[in-house]
């Protein structure tokens, strides 16, 4: 006899009551209602669809974006004694009707599956064989042109209603606005969904940016408890490795983490942080989807964040326990620059797409009409330098057309030639001073790339070969020679991008179709950055209202936990209060002004005063280093 919706909670989960919505959420599936489910990071999402799924007969089909959710999804259900089957990876025709065969005929509960996966012919046939009780897509906010994440093969999802037109479905997302809810109901063809908006308040979490030219030592600053468990979010592979090998300088054990890194290494860092062996991971953005750790008590974006959806979703990796937790952007100027230079002046148009198709199609031969299937190595260094294309622009401009179905990119992009040198610059220079001849590339190398002492280091060789007046050939044989001399550790591939064409060339007929959604797509993009530099440059209004107010929910009553609401709330604060503040700081140790003003979220000038005013009553007093300490 199945077990209610309760009674499995208990059983697989081991909880004795649900949270939030997800209750009414699971009974209106029961009900065969279609539903879209707005919930918080955090707000247990999966049990949505995975409980009713195994309260009826028949097996759940799951669309989610990420191979990585999917393989944690997979083992979470597979550690409770529950059949799970992923489609992911390279998997042969063989492999994959096989895996269909044991949906159709295994007893298996769920399929996890990409929407790439899904547009394939034999996964839709055998889906209508299946005895499927529920379709659930996850991160629906993929699906909306407007949201921070669009995807347009998501959009083919809505096959999954002509292929099984009885079957209730199921809409998930953390991050949805009032237009992107209404985008996905409609491409979903969603039958009049029961919609349900949990809060998207995380009244534990105190939400601050601290505009600051010094990063480093104000996020020294946030680990005042050196044990707590912390995400540090960067944009880049290489800042990860340069800001965990910074705070390890400092005394503060942080691991870093990309997707660069092998399976096994991955799972090592993970593991490591995961089991609090490792307090801090340094990540960038893909981290935390589908990771399940409730004792996170910082979160900390050392660069800004794309959009307010992104930084929301991120930041609410923070206190999933409820506990108090803190959030906190570090930012300045030069990042705000930085960051217009990234995602807006490396848009592309609609002219920018059509030149590099045609230029691609051109330097690998293909002609008009022909390519539908094939794959092409490309070096793509070489190709841009050819053609005079900028790096970053063309690098977009090929994932546009991996977006948009004209090709597709194999992982094989993110290899480049890898170098880090395994002795001293002194007995660097000492070898140079026998080996002339490669003296004017290596000094190269040492001014272009700042750490390549402490860290594997990514290469430009065609740059590198600019630099040095000659060709790329030569610089590949200096790096040669300087691993076979025991100088550096290198490695390189011959190819760095393997593209494969998924439809004729016909040039611009190919990419018209698309054109007018690529331009509404980046003026989304323009839209959802200009909403994040709103929030960052914000100090007027609490910052937990403006991230509510920009999904669409009102909230009447301040946080009183943001630096906004503090620093209001410390203008009319009665020095008596952050007197006391700052002797409980000062008991744990001495400190500098600026240690106490950003440990307390406090005005500086405010801080100072009531500092001074301890001075003259005794309380406190400077030492030779120009701290703060209890006069005992």
């Not at 054109?515 to 959802?528: G, P, S, V």
Request: aromatic share 8%; hydrophobic share 35%.
């Amino acid at each position: 006899m199945p077990l209610n919706p309760k009674g499995i909670l208990k059983k697989y989960w081991g909880y004795a009551t649900f949270k939030g919505s997800q209750e009414r959420v699971i009974n209106s599936i029961l009900d065969q209602k279609d539903v879209l489910a707005l919930m918080p990071t955090g707000g247990g999402k999966s049990i949505c669809y995975q409980i009713p799924a195994l309260a009826q007969e028949g097996l759940c089909v799951v669309i989610s974006p990420l191979i990585a959710l999917i393989n944690d999804q997979i083992r979470s259900l597979q550690a409770k004694g529950i059949k799970a089957i992923a489609l992911t990876g390279g998997l042969s025709f063989e492999e994959l009707n096989k895996l269909l065969d044991n949906c159709v005929y295994g007893n298996y509960k769920f399929l996890y599956l990409s929407p790439e996966r899904l547009q394939q012919e034999l996964v839709q046939e055998r889906i209508t064989q299946m005895n499927i009780n529920l379709i659930a897509i996850d991160e629906a906010h993929c699906i909306s042109q407007w949201g921070n994440d669009f995807r347009p093969s998501y959009l083919n999802c809505a096959i999954l209603r002509k292929l099984r037109p009885n079957v209730p479905f199921i809409a998930l997302t953390a991050t949805a606005t009032h237009k992107v809810a209404k985008g996905i109901v409609e491409n979903l063809q969603l039958v009049k969904p029961i919609i349900f908006k949990d809060s998207f308040s995380r009244s534990n979490i105190a939400l601050s940016v601290k505009q600051t030219d010094d990063k480093r030592y104000h996020l020294k600053q946030l680990f005042k408890n050196d044990s707590d468990t912390a995400i540090v979010y960067v944009r880049t592979r290489r800042k990860t490795m340069e800001v965990a090998n910074f705070l390890n300088g400092k005394g503060i054990v942080a691991t870093h983490f990309h997707g660069g890194l092998t399976k096994a290494e991955k799972e090592k860092k993970l593991n490591d942080w995961l089991t609090d062996k490792i307090p801090v991971i340094v990540a960038t953005n893909a981290f935390g989807m589908g990771v399940d750790k409730s004792n996170v008590r910082l979160v900390v974006h050392y660069q800004i964040p794309d959009s307010i959806e992104n930084y929301f979703q991120e930041a609410g990796r923070a206190g999933r326990d409820g506990q108090p937790a803190r959030a906190v952007i570090l930012t300045n100027k030069e990042d705000a620059i930085q960051a217009k230079r990234q995602f807006l002046e490396s848009l592309p148009t609609i002219a920018h797409v059509k030149n590099t198709y045609q230029k691609l199609n051109s330097h690998l031969q293909i002609a008009y009409g022909e390519g539908s299937g094939e794959t092409f190595g490309l070096h793509f260094n070489a190709f841009s330098n050819k053609y005079e294309l900028p790096l970053l622009l063309t690098y977009n401009t090929l994932k546009v057309l991996d977006q948009h179905g004209v090709i597709r990119l194999s992982e094989a992009f993110q290899q480049k030639t890898i170098l880090k040198f395994t002795t001293s610059k002194e007995a660097i220079f000492g070898y140079l001073e026998n080996n002339r001849d490669i003296s004017d590339i290596v000094l190269t190398i040492l001014r272009t790339y700042g750490g390549i002492f402490d860290f594997e280091t990514r290469i430009n060789t065609f740059l590198l070969a600019k630099k040095g007046h000659t060709d790329e050939k030569k610089v590949q044989q200096i790096l040669q020679k300087l691993e076979s001399d025991g100088i550096a550790a290198y490695s390189s591939s011959d190819s760095d991008l393997e593209i494969t064409f998924l439809v004729p060339r016909e040039d611009e007929k190919t990419i018209h179709p698309f054109a007018k959604k690529m331009e509404q797509l980046n003026n989304t993009k323009r839209d959802h950055l200009s909403a994040m530099f709103d929030y960052i440059q914000n100090s007027g209004i609490c910052r937990s209202r403006f991230i509510l107010d920009y999904f669409g929910e009102t909230q009447q009553k301040n946080c009183g936990l943001c630096d906004v609401c503090v620093k209001n709330g410390s203008e009319h604060l009665p020095s008596t209060e952050i007197k006391t503040e700052i002797l409980k700081q000062l008991q744990q140790r001495s400190k500098t002004s600026r240690e106490l003003a950003v440990g307390l979220f406090h005005n500086e000038r405010r801080v100072l005063r009531v500092l001074q005013e301890l001075l003259e009553d005794e309380a406190v007093k400077l030492n030779h280093k120009n701290e703060y300490g209890i006069n005992k």
